[in-house]
């Protein structure tokens, strides 16, 4: 009913740019919270940004000053741009989003297949 499609991953040098694409599609009733997540070979899943629907934003010290999540409601998409990237920044880039959906009577989470990220001189 409802699917996350990430774009805009692919391989970049130290100190570059990429912006991340996320679109969220299906009987969407409503979206709370949106949300860049990564994973690295070997490493837990660990959250990148946090977009909660009134606006508060949230970002580990790791990304804080490089990275900015923003959302485009009427699209139901949400974006982040990850400047001065670094080789510790490679990974596997997921969305993710707390949705309700028409018929549903609460929230859920849902995830995007991931979008690779790769630093490399």
């Known amino acids: 009913q409802v699917q996350l499609v990430e774009s805009g991953g692919g391989l970049v040098q130290p100190g570059g740019s990429l912006r991340l694409s996320c679109a969220a599609s299906?009987?969407?009733?409503?979206?709370?919270?949106m949300a860049w997540y990564r994973q690295a070979p070997g490493k837990q899943r660990e959250l990148v940004a946090l977009?909660?629907?009134?606006?508060?934003?949230h970002y580990p010290d790791s990304v804080k000053g490089r990275f900015t999540i923003s959302r485009d409601n009427a699209k139901n998409m949400v974006y982040l741009q990850m400047n001065s990237l670094k080789p510790e920044d490679t990974s596997v880039y997921y969305c993710?989003?707390?949705?309700?959906?028409?018929?549903?009577?609460?929230?859920?989470?849902?995830w995007g297949h991931g979008t690779q990220v790769t630093v490399s001189s």
């Open positions: 993710n989003a707390n949705i309700v959906y028409y018929g549903s009577t609460r929230s859920y989470d849902f």
């Open positions: 977009h909660i629907s009134g606006g508060s934003i």
């Open positions: 299906g009987s969407i009733f409503k979206i709370n919270t």
